[in-house]
């Protein structure tokens, strides 16, 4: 989350989830939160095999989409908090 002090200098603050992820905890982290997110795939995937109108079908589609996205960068964030805490660096050429 960006916020803007007073003085309109940027500085960010970490969510909870974001702590979680980074910490020595982040395996446990992944476990849990990529659960939640694949019981959210099955619910999206029953709805898809129900059958629904298309605009529904659209909106659930980009749903499914979404999640998707949001384990890749659940493991991406686990992956980096992993580089970041045993000292690994990235060198951008």
């Known amino acids: 989350?960006?916020?803007?002090?007073?003085?309109?200098?940027?500085g960010l603050k970490l969510l909870d989830i974001?702590?979680?992820l980074y910490g020595g905890q982040a395996q446990a982290a992944l476990v849990k939160?990529?659960?939640?997110?694949?019981?959210?795939?099955?619910r999206i995937s029953d709805?898809?095999?129900a059958g629904l109108g298309p605009d529904e079908y659209?909106?659930?589609?980009q749903l499914k989409e979404s999640n998707i996205v949001a384990r890749k960068l659940l493991r991406l964030a686990v992956?980096?908090?992993?580089c970041a805490s045993s000292g690994a660096q990235e060198v951008n050429n």
Do not use: N, P, Q, T
């Not at 989350?1 to 940027?10: A, E, N, P, Q, T």
């Not at 939160?33 to 099955?42: F, K, P």
């Not at 659209?58 to 589609?61: E, G, I, N, T, W």
């Not at 992956?79 to 992993?82: D, N, P, R």
């Open 1 to 10: 989350m960006v916020h803007l002090s007073g003085d309109r200098k940027m």
């Open 33 to 42: 939160y990529d659960s939640i997110l694949e019981s959210l795939d099955a």
């Open 58 to 61: 659209a909106r659930v589609v």
């Open 79 to 82: 992956k980096e908090g992993e």
């Open 47 to 49: 709805a898809l095999s």
């Open 18 to 20: 974001e702590h979680e």
